[in-house]
Nanobody
Framework: QLVESGGGSVQAGGSLRLACAVS????????MGWFRQAPGNEREAVAS???????YYTDSVKGRFTISQDNAKNTLYLQIDSLKPEDAAMYYC????????????????????????WGQGTQVTVSS
């Protein structure tokens, strides 16, 4: 089970920290990711992290978003800084269930279908 929290409404330039609490399976064996979907758009990958700590970011968020994981707390985080109006979306955390090789996880070479477990999402709204 994945449960996201931390979304909200902020002004452009502001920050949010999203969290994803993980339970029910072996957390340490997974490639974890954050995805987002704005109305009318397809769900897109934002960032991912492998168990060895290597990370991937889509180009539009590099330098502004930071993905991290706390294995002791079984929690995945996404620190979002310098928010832009185009960052507004429903944000989802996801886990691959242990099938995605590391080199694909931290190079962004995966599809949404390869993530078997999803949270319910947390809404991020950005006002200009």
């Amino acid at each position: 089970q994945l449960v996201e929290s931390g979304g909200g409404s902020v002004q452009a330039g502001g920050s949010l920290r999203l969290a994803c609490a993980v339970s029910g399976y072996k957390y340490s064996a997974l490639c974890m990711g954050w995805f987002r979907q704005a109305p009318g758009n397809e769900r897109e990958a934002v960032a991912s992290i492998y168990i060895d700590g290597n990370t991937y970011y889509t180009d539009s968020v590099k330098g502004r978003f930071t993905i991290s994981q706390d294995n002791a707390k079984n929690t995945l985080y996404l620190q979002i800084d310098s928010l832009k109006p185009e960052d507004a979306a429903m944000y989802y955390c996801a886990a691959d269930g242990g099938i995605l090789p590391g080199k694909y996880c931290y190079s962004g070479q995966y599809t949404i279908d390869q993530f078997a477990y999803w949270g319910q999402g947390t809404q991020v709204t950005v006002s200009s």
